[in-house]
């Protein structure tokens, strides 16, 4: 029985990861895979020390020959499940962190399981840190590419004395323009799509511009008329072009 409880924690534990791979999956753009990752890795220790959380107080409740838990020791006003969960878990992340807190081991039992939470600790917490900190640099370094052409652009109207009025407008052309492309990637921006089965590519082409065709009444029946040739028609014959209200699109 036991072992069939710990094959279902396992297929538990085993969808929760596929479903965090869906999530990485279904971001578009580099800063909210950063963010994703970052959310995480935060989810992953607050459920680590949830667990710690849970057998610690699970320790106080058990009586020992000394007569004397932890549990024993507090003294609080508040006696609710909650208020000793919660001080379980504040136990649980202090091991975790180097911060203090008036809880501590009352019998060797609790005083073992300490030094078992600090030493796994010192492993994850520290792996944590150095995962955490790979992806704020990766995030930060996302932004400095934009913060150095903003700061080239900047030091070119400053030199050519740009006049205010045309400087906003560029300013608001530009950043319309990096927003979308941040937003929206282009099919053709992406040098790796263009290695896959050129059916997929077809269906590609033909979901991404299908939406596009819609709002034409001519295209939109001739793409409901002609459902099975509109991959090949969409792959070879539409590409997509991202502009700015200002920009002008036919000369």
Request: glycine share 2%; net charge positive; with cysteine.
């Amino acid at each position: 029985m036991l072992r069939l409880m710990r094959l279902c924690r396992l297929f538990r534990f085993r969808k929760l990861a596929e479903v965090a791979a869906r999530i990485f999956d279904s971001c578009h753009s580099e800063k909210g895979l950063m963010l994703a990752k970052i959310a995480s890795l935060v989810c992953v220790i607050v459920w680590l020390n949830h667990y710690i959380a849970c057998v610690w107080f699970s320790m106080g409740n058990v009586v020992m020959d000394s007569g004397e838990t932890w549990l024993s020791l507090i003294q609080a006003s508040d006696t609710s499940a909650l208020h000793y969960y919660a001080a379980s878990f504040h136990w649980s992340v202090c091991q975790f962190t180097p911060s203090t807190n008036d809880i501590g081991p009352t019998n060797a039992a609790e005083r073992g399981f300490a030094c078992v939470v600090v030493l796994l600790a010192l492993v994850t917490f520290s792996s944590f840190l150095g995962k955490m900190t790979s992806a704020m640099t990766q995030l930060i370094n996302l932004n400095a590419v934009k913060w150095q052409s903003e700061a080239v652009l900047r030091k070119f109207m400053r030199d050519n004395s740009v006049s205010s009025s045309l400087a906003r407008q560029i300013w608001r052309t530009y950043r319309f323009q990096t927003s979308s492309m941040e937003v929206k990637l282009r099919k053709q921006d992406i040098e790796c799509m263009m290695t896959l089965p050129l059916k997929l590519q077809m269906k590609i082409s033909a979901e991404l511009y299908k939406p596009a065709l819609q709002h034409m009444p001519v295209f939109a029946k001739a793409a409901s008329t002609y459902a099975d040739e509109l991959p090949l028609i969409a792959h070879y014959t539409l590409t997509e072009h991202l502009g700015s209200p200002l920009q002008e699109v036919f000369h």
